[in-house]
């Protein structure tokens, strides 16, 4: 087992990694807008690209790309969200389309609205 962390990103606040390897799989753990630069007022896109942005700095941080991730879960702070979200992601993956889950919340930590975790495979 390998903990990633980004030389790009700031070391998480909580007990946890920002991604785990095993098994020939990166595991990204929940990841939300980064508070230094995106306010949890922020425009949904503006909060989905940050996450997207976090989440590719870990992706290379583990020696994978978006075209490697397996599987998406999404959380989204309501599920009116979930068409831009969908054209969002559509963006950042192109023709790759990793398993998805869309989970529409309650609340996240925050106040943010969407938060990302995902499986990649390592090549």
């Given at each position: 087992?390998?903990?990633?962390?980004?030389?790009?990103?700031?070391?998480?606040?909580?007990h946890?990694?920002?991604?785990?390897?095993?098994?020939?799989?990166?595991?990204?753990?929940?990841i939300?807008?980064?508070?230094?630069?995106?306010?949890?007022?922020?425009?949904?896109?503006?909060?989905?690209?940050?996450?997207?942005?976090q989440?590719?700095?870990v992706?290379?941080?583990?020696g994978?790309?978006?075209?490697?991730?397996?599987?998406?879960t999404?959380y989204?702070?309501?599920?009116?969200y979930?068409?831009?979200?969908?054209n969002?992601?559509?963006?950042?993956?192109?023709?790759?389309?990793p398993?998805?889950a869309?989970?529409?919340?309650?609340?996240?930590?925050?106040?943010?609205?969407?938060?990302i975790?995902?499986?990649?495979?390592?090549?």
């Amino acid at each position: 087992m390998e903990f990633i962390q980004s030389n790009e990103l700031p070391v998480p606040a909580g007990h946890y990694s920002q991604a785990v390897a095993a098994g020939g799989l990166v595991f990204l753990s929940g990841i939300l807008p980064a508070r230094d630069s995106v306010p949890a007022d922020a425009l949904f896109e503006a909060q989905c690209d940050s996450v997207f942005d976090q989440c590719e700095k870990v992706l290379r941080a583990a020696g994978c790309g978006f075209q490697d991730v397996v599987q998406c879960t999404a959380y989204l702070a309501d599920v009116e969200y979930w068409p831009a979200f969908n054209n969002i992601y559509a963006g950042v993956f192109g023709e790759h389309k990793p398993a998805r889950a869309v989970v529409p919340v309650p609340a996240l930590h925050h106040g943010f609205l969407v938060e990302i975790q995902l499986v990649a495979r390592r090549p």
